[in-house]
């Protein structure tokens, strides 16, 4: 059945993908969203010529009170992030990033732009381009990525292109870019240095121009995570030199044989900055080192609510990872989200009750497929994490065009279910007889689409085991991937190798019929529970689109399904109604609406954000925070049940609990790096902090009197 859908699902693939894709991929060179307008611009005076200047950047219109950051962000926050496609004989250099503001937060302090900041990059242009051009443009495309905080923080991402003519000029924003030009700091050719004394740096910059002398600076420093980023300076000139004592951070995790520095005026637009390259002498107070894992056997051996309540330094042994991965993909079957592809399972033992061989091929072939599956998304993530990409175990289900194709495939296989259509009516007599010359197949394909489905969860054992192997190297990362698999396949292939079982099962009888179709359900919840997933991520509008998009694909499948000359007058017209309906609203299904974090001041959880744990801590009040996902069903399960149990709401009320929720359902680098800190790798995460002690990581899966207990502790 299901090799005959996929090779269904290609069919469709054809119409759907290409259209879906040219929509996505349209030039655009403006990205709005409700905190910031987002602009690609260029300025080309000469032309596109070898060796004369080419300058493209982004321009961030901020609204009112919002920021985003510099290289160095200060205490919490990440910098914007610009990555270039550019044809052969052009290179892009390193952002010019404009002098920065420092920017209060609480007791924190962040260094970040408000307002309009363009961030200009030079393009580098040899006579390689002008050999290889055949158009007379040159295109230019950005992704990029910007973080945008007020009191919370949504991250966006957006890609542009612009296609710049090759003998004309473009000097349309030179304004624009000699403004930002005019912000960059100065280089200074004199010598400073840093000597560190013990939790101070007294800094010395000569060669200031003499028009500053007497003038109070701010210094920012490009190396993040060394100085105390909120904490005041003590700064005076001595003559020429400018002098400074600036108190070292109690999280500091670099110690820099050279520090460049920024300073700037504090007045003027634009304001005037100096960069210079220090030099530091004495010694680095010691790094305070993370408290280790106890051991980690008996952390893998431990209860499930005891097992999770660890310290958050990732030194779990490989072995003990392993253990893990077998034990979590074993409790994996329990989950929510595989519910659906048990009624698959429970297909394919009763078609083969009476026949130990079938049973014991399928039991192999499924647990074949699930162990590739594991391995297959495993080496993905971890190629994709090498190329530096922030990614976490379910990043697949962050795409609104996989939620999509998701609920596609399951509504496909729900309405086969239900008896709509039949594969054989409309498929090549070759594909269609393919099951009954390879039955294993099925098997097999039915091991990758639990896996698909499976992904997202995070069972109890899983999480330590996930957020180690992603730190190993892939030739020790990827076994733990592939036992995990198999600790899913486990009861499977058990139950197919024993003969008790098959005497279990009912022989094949009418009741077939009935229960196939009774199986469509679990389908239809899934697609169900997809489109609501996309919804959060797309919009009211992108699951509108894509409910029309099903509704349309269903009647395509009804109308194969005829017979006679109606079959291909009705086939005609709702193949045409389907390709008009993924031409209107494709985009809309697999857009990226932006996540907005803004949670109501009368609501008990607040959205999490870098800096805003370690602000909550040193007022004195523990945080419990939950890093969820619109796509994690044990994270809604949780959310549901324990997470609002009135016992376990009282007791947080009682100890002044700052609730926070990271929301992972769209790709955030500043999560996916909070997850790596605590030596997890997926969701749901749940996390309790009381100032002064380790972190406690709870189980995946909460229990009310567990949680209670912990609370206790704080």
Known sequence: MLQRLLSALLLIAATVIPVCANAQNSSKSVVSTQQVRAELLAHAPQGVVPGQPVWVGLQLQHQPEWHTYW?????????????????????AGDIAWPVPHKIPVGTLANYGYEGTVLLP??????????????????????????????????????????????????????????????????????????????????????????????????????????????????????????????????????????????????????????????TVSGSWPEVQAAPALPAALEAALQANSAASQIPVAPGLGWGAALLGALLGGLILN????????????????????????????????????????????????????????????????????????????????????????????????????LQARNPALNAFLSGVLAVAVASPCTAPFMGASLGFAVGLPAAQALP??????????LPYLAASLSPAMARLLPRPGAWMATFRQLMAFPMFATVAWLVWVLGQQSGIDGAGSLLLLLVSLSAVLWALGLAGRTRLVVATLSIAALAGVISAVGP???????????????????????????????????????????????CQYNKKTTLSNTAVLADLDAKNVQLLRADWTRRDPAITAALGQLGRNGVPVYVLYKAGSAPQVLSEVLNVDDLRAAIAKL
């Not at 109070?216 to 105390?228: G, M, Q, R």
């Not at 733990?480 to 396949?489: C, H, Q």
């Open 334 to 433: 329990l989950m929510p989200c595989v519910f659906p592809v048990l009624a698959i399972k429970l297909m394919g033992f009763a078609q083969h009750a009476g026949d130990r061989r079938a049973h014991r091929v399928d039991g192999l072939a499924y647990s074949f497929g699930a162990i590739v599956s594991f391995l297959a998304l495993g080496a993905l993530m971890l190629g994709l994490r090498a190329a530096g990409e922030q990614l976490g175990w379910g990043f697949q289900l962050q795409s609104p065009a996989v939620v999509a194709a998701l609920a596609v495939l399951f509504t496909v296989v729900g309405l086969n279910l239900a008896g709509l259509f039949e594969f054989g009516q409309f498929l090549p007599s070759r594909l269609a007889t």
């Open 480 to 489: 733990v991937f592939a036992v995990m698999g198999l600790g899913m396949a």
């Open 71 to 91: 290289k160095n962000s200060g205490d919490s926050g990440l910098p914007t992030s610009l990555e270039w496609t550019l044809p052969p004989g052009v290179t």
């Open 588 to 634: 809309n299904v697999i857009k990226n609406a932006p996540l907005s974090n803004v949670v109501s001041a009368t609501e008990r959880w607040q959205p999490w954000e870098p800096g805003r744990v370690e602000q909550t801590l040193a007022t004195g009040q523990p945080v419990m925070v939950d890093f969820t996902a619109a796509w994690c069903v044990t």
């Open 121 to 278: 990059v030079p393009l580098n242009v040899t006579s390689d381009f002008k050999s290889s051009l055949l158009a007379s443009e040159l295109e230019v495309k950005l992704h990029a990525v910007w973080l945008v905080c007020r009191k919370e923080c949504i991250p966006e991402e957006g890609d542009f292109v612009l296609k710049l003519p090759v003998k004309s000029t473009t000097a349309i924003n030179g304004p624009a870019f000699d403004a930002s030009l005019a912000a960059q700091p100065k280089t200074l050719a004199a010598e400073s240095s840093v000597q560190v004394q013990d939790k101070a740096l007294q800094v010395r910059v000569p060669g200031l121009p003499a028009a500053l002398r007497g003038k109070t600076l701010e210094l920012f420093p490009e190396t993040p995570e060394v100085i105390e980023t909120a904490a005041a300076i003590t700064q005076r000139w001595d003559g020429e030199v400018w002098t400074a004592s600036v108190p070292l951070s109690d999280q500091r995790s670099q110690s820099p044989a050279q520090m460049p520095l920024v300073l700037a005026t504090t007045d003027g637009t634009p304001r005037q900055g100096y960069r210079t390259l220090a």
